[in-house]
């Protein structure tokens, strides 16, 4: 289908655009997904708005009190390589290298992935277990939401036509924190994750857990957090035992579908083993970190 390319060189023009175009428009961001979409013919849009021109969108930058800012169309190949995500935050870029091949990782964006709103999208768990928000801009200003509130159903956002997001912002790691990811694929390579989790945690000064996040992706319609794992965890000494039972809480938790990849209960098995496995190195990373 015929549709036109907008290129502009501002956000204030690209938000103009978006405006105008509402729901007749879509924003590009790296375009594995948009574009495949398209062909499919899965929309038809009078418009595309290519936001690559567009300064301010790109990049990572750390600050040590504020943490790690990266715009919403930095590309995981950025991420997989920036200094800063790999000292503190190895759930995001473990999550990063899994994501198709290096060619796709130079093209796909972490603001693109969350915008697709796949329940499958690896770098959402990460960001929902490390307390990312995430900047939403239109003509008529600015709103910040939780990664984790952003995600309404498969292929459904918050994003209201004319919004598009700009700005992620992953808080800085407290003292004595860790995080981990761990994805499972029926094939290793190119292949979308049927479960995955992601979990940070922090421990206090006896070595108990003091704080903790675990988040599940592609065993329900939306980002899922673990909150009965959680609270199963604070105030514990993380014993293989106890993460075990976190597994087992993280599992029941699940909504998982049955598909061509694997049966509702294949899912919620992965889902326990993994979240045993994350809870472990997270908080080996977490008691490494106040080691040092």
């Not at 509702?264 to 472990?280: D, E, F, G, H, K």
Request: hydrophobic share 45%; glycine share 10%; net charge positive.
């Amino acid at each position: 289908m015929a549709f036109a390319v907008l290129e502009p060189a501002t956000l204030t023009e690209a938000l103009s655009h978006l405006a105008h175009e509402g729901d007749a428009g879509a924003a590009l961001a790296g375009g594995t997904d948009l574009l495949l979409r398209i062909r499919r013919g899965g929309r038809k849009y009078r418009s595309v708005i290519n936001l690559k021109f567009v300064p301010g969108l790109t990049g990572l930058a750390w600050d040590d009190q504020r943490g790690l800012t990266m715009g919403a169309l930095t590309t995981f190949r950025a991420i997989e390589h920036d200094p800063h995500a790999r000292r503190h935050y190895h759930a995001l870029v473990e999550a990063a290298r899994v994501i198709a091949g290096v060619q796709l990782r130079n093209l796909a964006t972490v603001g693109g992935n969350i915008g697709n709103a796949s329940p499958s999208a690896d770098s959402v768990p990460p960001l929902v277990a490390l307390g990312a928000t995430i900047e939403i801009a239109s003509t008529s200003g600015m709103r910040v939401v939780p990664v984790e509130s952003c995600i309404t159903g498969p292929g459904k956002t918050v994003l209201a036509p004319g919004e598009i997001f700009t700005t992620i912002h992953i808080p800085a790691p407290s003292t004595r924190s860790g995080n981990a990811f761990s994805r499972f694929s029926p094939r290793a390579a190119m292949d979308i994750g049927i479960a995955s989790v992601a979990a940070s945690v922090t421990l206090d000064t006896d070595g108990r857990c003091a704080d903790c996040r675990i988040a599940l992706g592609a065993v329900s319609p939306i980002p899922l957090r673990a909150t009965a794992s959680e609270a199963a965890l604070r105030g514990e000494r993380l014993t293989p035992a106890l993460a075990d039972l976190a597994g087992e809480l993280a599992a029941a938790a699940t909504r998982p579908i049955s598909d061509i990849r694997g049966s509702a209960s294949y899912r919620r098995a992965i889902v326990r083993t993994l979240t045993t496995r994350v809870i472990q190195q997270a908080a080996a990373r977490a008691a490494a970190a106040g080691a040092r």
